[in-house]
């Protein structure tokens, strides 16, 4: 990990308040699950959550914050598996 130090004044704007999209793999099925999480959660309560109930279903998973740039809505992603998990 390379990292650097950094002015915390270089941002016009922070949100408390993310919004969050879940998806699920199911690998050998070829399947999906999507989920947009309704409640303001902490990312460590959304972590736990995904984490367990991945595990319990035998599935990989991927964390989303959905932003937007301008008019164009989008995906960041935070945690899980990068890319296809299907390739």
Same mark, same amino acid.
């Given at each position: 990990?390379?990292? /650097?130090?950094? #002015?915390p004044?270089?941002?016009?704007?922070?949100q408390?308040?993310?919004?969050? /999209?879940?998806?699920?793999?199911?690998?050998?099925a /070829?399947?999906?699950?999507?989920?947009?999480?309704?409640d303001?959660?902490?990312? #460590?309560e959304?972590?736990?959550?995904?984490?367990?109930?991945?595990?319990?279903?035998?599935?990989?998973y991927?964390?989303?914050?959905?932003?937007? #740039?301008?008019?164009?809505?989008?995906?960041?992603?935070?945690?899980?598996?990068?890319g #296809?998990?299907?390739?």
């Amino acid at each position: 990990m390379n990292l /650097r130090g950094i #002015d915390p004044r270089d941002t016009a704007w922070e949100q408390d308040h993310a919004r969050y /999209r879940v998806y699920f793999w199911d690998v050998p099925a /070829r399947a999906s699950h999507e989920y947009e999480i309704l409640d303001d959660v902490d990312i #460590d309560e959304l972590l736990t959550w995904t984490t367990q109930h991945a595990s319990e279903h035998g599935w990989t998973y991927t964390i989303y914050t959905a932003t937007s #740039d301008g008019d164009s809505p989008g995906l960041i992603r935070l945690a899980g598996v990068l890319g #296809d998990p299907f390739s």
